[in-house]
């Protein structure tokens, strides 16, 4: 098991960028697949953004892809989602995610995901 803490997020402009953190504890971090799934108020939880056990393969959202970023520090127990350009839409609850299957299928449509964080605020600003 994983435990999940994700940190970074906040009150931003439009235009702008944040950083967010996701911070792992349990099990070595580099047997899980990563992901960002985010959740606006009255909808459901989408994909983001997954990311391989050592980081060569990355997916994105059409929404994000270009202006959002994911890594990891397998070192460091790190998932990070850097993003740029930020709009309104952007605003949501951010949860990071682990998969001991595949990072593909942390997408859509399987969403296969064993492990949630607690989710972290992006609040973007017109």
């Known amino acids: 098991q994983v435990q999940l803490v994700e940190s970074g997020g906040g009150l931003v402009q439009a235009g702008g960028s944040l950083r967010l953190s996701c911070a792992a504890s349990?099990?070595?971090?580099?047997?899980?697949?990563m992901g960002w799934f985010r959740q606006a108020p009255g909808k459901e939880r989408e994909f983001v953004a997954a990311?391989?056990?050592?980081?060569?393969?990355?997916y994105y959202a059409d929404s994000v892809k270009g202006r959002f970023t994911i890594s990891r520090d397998n070192a460091k127990g790190t998932l990070y989602l850097q993003m740029n350009s930020l709009k309104p839409e952007d605003t949501a609850v951010y949860y990071c995610a682990a998969s001991s299957r595949t990072a593909q299928s942390m997408g859509p449509p399987r969403y296969e995901v064993d492990f949630w964080g607690q989710g972290t605020q992006v609040t973007v600003s017109s």
């Open positions: 349990g099990r070595t971090f580099s047997m899980y697949h």
């Open positions: 990311i391989t056990r050592f980081g060569v393969i990355t």
